[in-house]
C-alpha cells in the first residue's frame, strides 16, 4: 500500500497508469495484457469472476507477472489460481476484491508485493509445503529464508494472534486494514515493523512492543485504533509515557496512539522532536501543547488528525512537508524562526486563517492546496518563491499580497482561486506572472 498520505492520489494515478497501458494491450480471452522480451504480464481482466485459473500464456509468450492493479476491485473473484511459471505479483495485483477468499500459489512465485492482496476479503492460501520462498502456517504467509511476516489475511476472523516464535520483521501492510483482531502479540525475536504494518486496524486498542524491537516504520500504525502503547521497563530502545512511545535517547516523541482518548495533549518538557507521522489519524485531538523545547516537527506529523488548535513555539525551527495534511486544523500560530512553509504543508485542511512569519523566504509546492476556508494571505517581504499548486483551487481565497522579493511562482500556484484578485508591486514578477496567466490583480501602492 502506498505510503500517506498522497495515498488516494497515488492510487488513482496508478490506476490511471494501468489503464494507459491497458490501451496499448493486446487482449486474449478474459485477460489484457502486454509483451516485452519475450515475456506477458497480465495487466487486466475483463472476464464475469468467480474460480479462475490464470493463463500461462498468452499470445504465444509465456505469463511472468501479474501487474499493478490488474484485477484491483473486482467484486466477482471468488478464488484464484496462480499457474507455475508466473514469478511475481505487483502492488495491488488484487486489491480490494471484496469476494476474493481463496488464492493458490505456485513454486515459481518469487516476489508477492506486501500490498498485493490488500482489503482483499481472503481467508485461505494455498501453497506448496516445499515452496523456496514463501510458506503458509495457520494461514499467515511467511518468506521462509528472511523470517517475515509477509501477509496476514485481510478476511480471517479470529480475535486474537501469537506471532510465531523467530519472526524477525513485521511485513509492509502486514495487517493493513485488518477489522477482526483485537489483540496481537509479539515474540522477543521480531526486530522491525514495516511500513503501513498495522494501518487501518479497527480493533486493536493495546500494542505491546517487545525489546527486541529496534526500527518502526514511520507510518507503521497510521491510522489503526492503538489507544496506547506499552513496552517494558528493561527497553533500551523505547519507552512510553500515559501510552504514548518515546525514543528517550533521541528525546523524540515518536508515536501517539490515533485512537487514544481526551482532546488535550501536553508533550512532556525535554522533548526535543515530533516525528514523522507522530499524530497521524489521531481522531480525538482537538489541541496540543508543545514546549518550546522542540526544536522540530517532522514530515505528516499531524496528518489526517482532528487537530482544530496548535500554538507552534519559538524553538521550532523545521516544520516538515505534509505536517497537517488532511487535519481539521482551523488556526495556528507559526514561530518567527521559520523559514519555510514546506510543501503540502496545509493541502486539504480547514484553516481559517494565517499569519506567515516574516522571516519565511519560500512557499513550497501545494502549501495550500485546495484550503477552500482561506480567505486573505499575506507574503511577507523577503519571500523569494512561491511553489507549483501553492494556492491550487482555494475556493474563498480572495486577496493575496505579494511582495517585490518574490522571483519565481510555479505553475498553476492560483488555478481554480474563481474569486481572488493578487494585490502585486508595479512591474514586479508577480505582475508579470499575474499577466502572463490571465490572473486578476492588482497595484499596491508603495505606501502601504
Same mark, same amino acid.
Given at each position: 500500500?502506498?505510503?500517506?498520505?498522497?495515498?488516494?492520489?497515488?492510487?488513482?494515478?496508478?490506476?490511471?497508469?494501468?489503464?494507459?497501458?491497458?490501451?496499448?494491450?493486446?487482449?486474449?480471452?478474459?485477460?489484457?495484457?502486454?509483451?516485452?522480451?519475450?515475456?506477458?504480464?497480465?495487466?487486466?481482466?475483463?472476464?464475469?469472476?468467480?474460480?479462475?485459473?490464470?493463463?500461462?500464456?498468452?499470445?504465444?509468450?509465456?505469463?511472468?507477472?501479474?501487474?499493478?492493479?490488474?484485477?484491483?476491485?473486482?467484486?466477482?473473484?471468488?478464488?484464484?489460481?496462480?499457474?507455475?511459471?508466473?514469478?511475481?505479483?505487483?502492488?495491488?495485483?488484487?486489491?480490494?476484491?471484496?469476494?476474493?477468499?481463496?488464492?493458490?500459489?505456485?513454486?515459481?512465485?518469487?516476489?508477492?508485493?506486501?500490498?498485493?492482496?490488500?482489503?482483499?476479503?481472503?481467508?485461505?492460501?494455498?501453497?506448496?509445503?516445499?515452496?523456496?520462498?514463501?510458506?503458509?502456517?495457520?494461514?499467515?504467509?511467511?518468506?521462509?529464508?528472511?523470517?517475515?511476516?509477509?501477509?496476514?489475511?485481510?478476511?480471517?476472523?479470529?480475535?486474537?494472534?501469537?506471532?510465531?516464535?523467530?519472526?524477525?520483521?513485521?511485513?509492509?501492510?502486514?495487517?493493513?486494514?485488518?477489522?477482526?483482531?483485537?489483540?496481537?502479540?509479539?515474540?522477543?525475536?521480531?526486530?522491525?515493523?514495516?511500513?503501513?504494518?498495522?494501518?487501518?486496524?479497527?480493533?486493536?486498542?493495546?500494542?505491546?512492543?517487545?525489546?527486541?524491537?529496534?526500527?518502526?516504520?514511520?507510518?507503521?500504525?497510521?491510522?489503526?485504533?492503538?489507544?496506547?502503547?506499552?513496552?517494558?521497563?528493561?527497553?533500551?530502545?523505547?519507552?512510553?509515557?500515559?501510552?504514548?512511545?518515546?525514543?528517550?535517547?533521541?528525546?523524540?516523541?515518536?508515536?501517539?496512539?490515533?485512537?487514544?482518548?481526551?482532546?488535550?495533549?501536553?508533550?512532556?518538557?525535554?522533548?526535543?522532536?515530533?516525528?514523522?507521522?507522530?499524530?497521524?489519524?489521531?481522531?480525538?485531538?482537538?489541541?496540543?501543547? %508543545?514546549? #518550546? &523545547?522542540? =526544536?522540530? !516537527? /517532522?514530515? $505528516? @506529523? +499531524?496528518?489526517?488528525?482532528?487537530?482544530?488548535?496548535?500554538? *507552534?513555539?519559538?524553538?521550532?525551527?523545521?516544520?516538515?512537508?505534509?505536517?497537517?495534511?488532511?487535519?481539521?486544523?482551523?488556526?495556528?500560530?507559526?514561530?518567527?524562526?521559520?523559514?519555510?512553509?514546506?510543501?503540502?504543508?496545509?493541502?486539504?485542511?480547514?484553516?481559517?486563517?494565517?499569519? %506567515?512569519? #516574516? &522571516?519565511? =523566504?519560500? !512557499? /513550497?509546492? $501545494? @502549501? +495550500?492546496?485546495?484550503?477552500?476556508?482561506?480567505?486573505?494571505? *499575506?507574503?511577507?517581504?523577503?519571500?523569494?518563491?512561491?511553489?507549483?499548486?501553492?494556492?491550487?483551487?482555494?475556493?474563498?481565497?480572495?486577496?493575496?499580497?505579494?511582495?517585490?522579493?518574490?522571483?519565481?511562482?510555479?505553475?498553476?500556484?492560483?488555478?481554480?482561486?474563481?474569486?481572488?484578485?493578487?494585490?502585486?508591486?508595479?512591474?514586479?514578477?508577480?505582475?508579470?506572472?499575474?499577466?502572463?496567466?490571465?490572473?486578476?490583480?492588482?497595484?499596491?501602492?508603495?505606501?502601504?
Amino acid at each position: 500500500m502506498k505510503a500517506k498520505r498522497l495515498s488516494a492520489l497515488l492510487l488513482a494515478l496508478c490506476m490511471l497508469l494501468s489503464l494507459c497501458q491497458a490501451a496499448g494491450a493486446d487482449i486474449s480471452g478474459d485477460y489484457v495484457y502486454t509483451v516485452e522480451d519475450g515475456f506477458a504480464t497480465i495487466t487486466g481482466y475483463e472476464g464475469m469472476g468467480g474460480d479462475i485459473t490464470l493463463p500461462d500464456e498468452l499470445g504465444g509468450a509465456p505469463v511472468r507477472a501479474v501487474a499493478d492493479y490488474a484485477f484491483a476491485r473486482n467484486g466477482t473473484l471468488t478464488s484464484v489460481v496462480i499457474p507455475e511459471g508466473i514469478e511475481s505479483l505487483a502492488e495491488c495485483a488484487f486489491f480490494d476484491c471484496v469476494n476474493l477468499a481463496t488464492v493458490t500459489l505456485p513454486d515459481s512465485l518469487s516476489e508477492i508485493a506486501s500490498d498485493a492482496f490488500a482489503m482483499s476479503a481472503v481467508t485461505k492460501i494455498i501453497i506448496s509445503k516445499d515452496h523456496p520462498v514463501y510458506a503458509v502456517y495457520g494461514g499467515v504467509l511467511y518468506e521462509k529464508n528472511e523470517r517475515i511476516l509477509h501477509t496476514y489475511p485481510y478476511g480471517k476472523t479470529d480475535t486474537s494472534f501469537a506471532i510465531p516464535g523467530n519472526i524477525r520483521y513485521i511485513g509492509a501492510d502486514a495487517f493493513y486494514g485488518n477489522k477482526a483482531l483485537t489483540s496481537v502479540t509479539f515474540p522477543e525475536t521480531v526486530l522491525e515493523i514495516g511500513n503501513l504494518a498495522f494501518a487501518y486496524t479497527e480493533n486493536i486498542k493495546t500494542l505491546y512492543i517487545p525489546d527486541s524491537v529496534t526500527h518502526i516504520s514511520i507510518d507503521a500504525f497510521e491510522a489503526a485504533s492503538f489507544q496506547s502503547y506499552e513496552v517494558s521497563d528493561t527497553n533500551e530502545y523505547l519507552t512510553t509515557a500515559d501510552g504514548v512511545l518515546y525514543h528517550p535517547t533521541n528525546k523524540t516523541l515518536l508515536y501517539y496512539p490515533p485512537g487514544k482518548f481526551g482532546a488535550l495533549y501536553t508533550v512532556p518538557p525535554g522533548i526535543t522532536r515530533i516525528d514523522s507521522c507522530a499524530f497521524d489519524g489521531a481522531s480525538n485531538l482537538i489541541t496540543v501543547h %508543545i514546549p #518550546d &523545547t522542540v =526544536t522540530s !516537527i /517532522g514530515a $505528516f @506529523a +499531524f496528518y489526517k488528525s482532528s487537530l482544530e488548535h496548535l500554538v *507552534v513555539p519559538g524553538s521550532v525551527t523545521e516544520i516538515g512537508a505534509y505536517a497537517f495534511s488532511k487535519s481539521t486544523i482551523k488556526e495556528i500560530t507559526l514561530p518567527k524562526t521559520l523559514t519555510e512553509i514546506s510543501d503540502g504543508l496545509f493541502d486539504y485542511c480547514d484553516l481559517d486563517s494565517l499569519t %506567515i512569519p #516574516d &522571516t519565511v =523566504t519560500k !512557499i /513550497g509546492s $501545494f @502549501a +495550500f492546496f485546495t484550503v477552500w476556508n482561506l480567505t486573505t494571505v *499575506v507574503i511577507p517581504e523577503g519571500c523569494t518563491s512561491i511553489g507549483e499548486y501553492a494556492f491550487y483551487e482555494c475556493r474563498d481565497l480572495t486577496s493575496v499580497t505579494i511582495p517585490k522579493s518574490v522571483t519565481e511562482i510555479g505553475d498553476h500556484a492560483f488555478d481554480l482561486c474563481e474569486n481572488l484578485t493578487l494585490w502585486v508591486a508595479e512591474g514586479s514578477y508577480a505582475q508579470e506572472y499575474a499577466e502572463e496567466n490571465g490572473l486578476t490583480f492588482s497595484i499596491k501602492p508603495d505606501w502601504l
